[in-house]
């Protein structure tokens, strides 16, 4: 069974700061990979998509790795504001069922002004 | 972008009271769409996948009967918890990802209902 485990659980740091979260997954038999911001009392905003064929991703400010083999993807933020508080999501597609979505239980991020 | 809307956003109600929750996707279709519920502080759990023209497709230790789920369109499903319960209040999320090549095009989700059963 999928795994997926996003370390550290909450994050503070000063505004301007460059931060980079993880997502590790247990099994590499994925389609890709999504991360999500999601804002206190609402839904998920997708923020960017990794193909399993794909290493990296890139909007704006974020940038996104996946290293399928080992079962690791990173979510790098540039320049951090306050505007980026709220908690990150990765999830993962497995090849076995395409439509069964698994997801890590998050990272709050807090940047301070 | 595209974009899915959940109707509504928060429902209060008594127990016993079944509630109907909206999930649309509003500039594209979906042939197929999900629903989860989030516990407090925790990630998110797959209840179904609802599936437009057909039946959904319930997880392990869901209740068909319980939550019921309509997806007679291709840009609307809906989800019925009915006879709700304290145990059921919880934040419900739907999610559509768009009729076409799906493997690699990515869910878009509703902004959430919190239900309350008091």
């Known amino acids: 069974k999928q795994e997926v485990t996003q370390i550290p659980a909450a994050l503070s740091v000063p505004e301007g700061e460059n931060l980079v979260l993880n997502c590790s997954f247990t099994?590499?038999?994925?389609?890709?990979l999504q991360w999500f911001r999601q804002d206190p009392g609402k839904g998920l905003t997708s923020l960017l998509l990794?193909?399993?064929?794909?290493r990296e991703q890139t909007s704006g400010r974020l940038n996104a790795s996946l290293d399928k083999s080992s079962g690791r993807s990173t979510l790098y933020i540039a320049a951090s504001q306050p505007g980026d508080s709220a908690t990150y999501l990765c999830?993962?597609?497995?090849?076995?069922?395409?439509?069964?979505?698994?997801f890590g239980s998050g990272t709050k991020l807090n940047v301070k002004p | 972008g595209a974009v899915v809307s959940q109707h509504p956003s928060r429902v209060i109600c008594k127990s016993g009271t079944s509630v109907k929750i909206e999930c649309r996707s509003l500039?594209?279709?979906?042939?197929?769409m999900f629903w989860y519920r989030q516990f407090p502080k925790q990630s998110l759990m797959l209840m179904a996948t609802?599936?437009?023209?057909?039946?959904?497709?319930?997880e392990q230790g869901v209740e068909k009967d319980k939550f019921l789920i309509n997806h007679a369109s291709l840009t609307l499903s809906t989800l019925t918890v009915t006879s709700a319960h304290p145990e059921d209040s919880s934040f419900y999320i739907c999610?559509?990802?768009?009729?076409?090549?799906?493997?690699?095009?990515?869910?878009?989700f509703g902004d959430g209902t919190r239900l309350s059963i008091l």
């Open positions: 999610s559509a990802i768009e009729t076409g090549e799906t493997i690699n095009q990515p869910q878009h």
């Open positions: 099994d590499s038999a994925i389609y890709n």
């Open positions: 990794i193909q399993s064929s794909q």
């Open positions: 999830a993962v597609r497995p090849l076995y069922n395409f439509n069964k979505f698994y």
């Open positions: 500039d594209f279709q979906a042939t197929t």
């Open positions: 609802s599936n437009e023209g057909s039946k959904a497709t319930y």
